[in-house]
T-cell receptor, first 113, second 112 residues
Framework: DTEVTQTPKHLVMGMTNKKSLKCEQH?????MYWYKQKAKKPPELMFV???????INESVPSRFSPECPNSSLLNLHLHALQPEDSALYLC????????????FGPGTRLLVL | GENVEQHPSTLSVQEGDSAVIKCTYS??????FPWYKQELGKRPQLIID?????GEKKDQRIAVTLNKTAKHFSLHITETQPEDSAVYFC???????????FGKGTKLTVNP
């Protein structure tokens, strides 16, 4: 089962709100990723978790805070976002970090007002 | 770091024709090259990938070729169908790296 799930599908939030995005996979994958995708652009890597530890932070502003509670779950906590943060947020996972196929979730479409 | 260039940015073909999308990469150490298809409002889905120890790979109407010397790889879709219409992204990854570097995408339109 190559399924990565994400909730919620859509999210509208104000600039003072705190919200969280959730990602789950039950494929036993040991690497999980957060990407941001703006319209008509490729996915842009934000964070990588390898074996539940943060291994890459692509200089993402601190208003985005990732968390990996266990090997199947990945959260992205959002606080004090800006309108320019509106985008599709994609989660992905791979069997192992490194040169392996990444499987994407359906994404959360975020609108910041 | 790795840089991936993808061409063309848009491609329009008639149903039944072939479509070719080309990507070049800069890091000679890159050794994994996936292609993703993304339909409007959907997730990127892996359609085919190739590793640097292979020159060509086929899966039904889809094929990927890799030229390590020239540092380019291409996606070939034969007998195109309207449902092939989507944005296609190429990507490259270096062995041991957790990063996939994506091309900017090609919007393919297959006209009935």
């Amino acid at each position: 089962d190559t399924e990565v799930t994400q909730t919620p599908k859509h999210l509208v939030m104000g600039m003072t709100n705190k919200k969280s995005l959730k990602c789950e996979q039950h494929m036993g994958h040991r690497a999980m990723y957060w990407y941001k995708q703006k319209a008509k652009k490729p996915p842009e890597l934000m964070f990588v978790y390898s074996y539940e530890k943060l291994s890459i932070n692509e200089s993402v502003p601190s208003r985005f805070s990732p968390e990996c509670p266990n090997s199947s779950l990945l959260n992205l906590h959002l606080h004090a976002l800006q309108p320019e943060d509106s985008a599709l947020y994609l989660c992905a996972s791979s069997q192992d970090p490194g040169v392996e196929t990444q499987y994407f979730g359906p994404g959360t479409r975020l609108l910041v007002l | 770091g790795e840089n991936v260039e993808q061409h063309p940015s848009t491609l329009s073909v008639q149903e039944g024709d072939s479509a070719v999308i080309k990507c070049t990469y800069s890091d000679s150490a890159s050794n994994y090259f996936p292609w993703y298809k993304q339909e409007l409002g959907k997730r990127p889905q892996l359609i085919i990938d190739i590793r640097s120890n292979v020159g060509e790979k086929k899966d039904q109407r889809i094929a990927v070729t890799l030229n390590k010397t020239a540092k380019h790889f291409s996606l070939h879709i034969t007998e195109t169908q309207p449902e092939d219409s989507a944005v296609y992204f190429c990507a490259a990854s270096t062995g041991g790296s957790e990063k996939l570097v994506f091309g900017k995408g090609t919007k393919l339109t297959v006209n009935p």
